[in-house]
């Protein structure tokens, strides 16, 4: 699975978008660009993924640059339940379902 | 409809002793994933068991194992433990076997070894 790499803190005013870069230039073109986040002392939470079209659910927008070689996560109206590490990962699928891996991911923090 | 529970929370155990965590997933899911996860490493996968078989397995040494019984809850045991195995041991269940983008994870057991 390929390699990404996430800045290691951001910060956020509560009300205004976070937007969550991350890249992954190795990326295979069968591999998705997953996201998900952990809350202090709770386990890690699926957000959004995609392949190559930007996607967007209820929680989360991901826009994928057209080479595919980064991504970003809009949280489009920070909260301070929003405070958490987020994590991106590129996955394939076939024999790598259900092996997630994350790395360090960002630590976003959203101030009042 | 219950999360993902996970039991014990906490653990303390000293080295060369075992230790075994237990899973509940949600109602209904077949698929119960292991997960260990430190500051250093990060989240690394354990294994994978659906429908009472291992489907995947990580690169972890064999003193880590695990089983899967007819109701879905899953254990998973650490034999002879080391100070490396220290870490937060998460639980993740899906209703399809490696459905990660549908995986609920539980709280996860903090295991600490002295």
């Known amino acids: 699975d390929a390699k990404t790499t996430q800045p290691p803190s951001m910060d956020c005013a509560e009300g205004r978008a976070a937007n969550l870069p991350c890249n992954h230039s190795t990326i295979s073109g069968n591999e998705y660009v997953y996201w998900y986040r952990q809350i202090h002392s709770q386990g890690p939470q699926y957000i959004i993924h995609g392949l190559k079209n930007n996607e967007t659910n209820e929680m989360a927008s991901l826009i994928i640059t057209e080479d595919r070689k980064s991504s970003t996560l809009i949280l489009p109206h920070a909260t301070l339940r929003d405070t958490a590490v987020y994590y991106c990962i590129v996955f394939a699928g076939g024999t790598s379902y259900g092996k997630l891996t994350f790395g360090q991911g960002t630590i976003l923090t959203v101030h009042p | 409809k219950a999360g993902v529970t996970q039991t014990p929370r906490y653990l303390i155990k000293t080295r060369g002793q075992q230790v075994t965590l237990s899973c509940s997933p949600i109602s209904g899911h077949r698929s119960v994933s292991w997960y260990q996860q430190t500051p250093g490493q990060g989240l690394q996968f354990l294994f994978e068991?659906?429908?009472?078989?291992?489907?995947n397995k990580g690169n972890f040494p064999g003193r880590f194992s695990g089983r899967q019984f007819s109701n879905s809850r899953s254990e998973m045991n650490v034999s002879t433990l080391e100070l490396g195995d220290s870490a937060l041991y998460l639980c993740?269940?899906?209703?399809?076997?490696?459905?990660?983008?549908?995986?609920?994870f539980g709280p996860g057991t903090r295991l600490t070894v002295l």
């Open positions: 068991y659906f429908s009472e078989t291992q489907r």
């Open positions: 993740a269940s899906s209703y399809l076997a490696g459905a990660v983008n549908e995986q609920f």
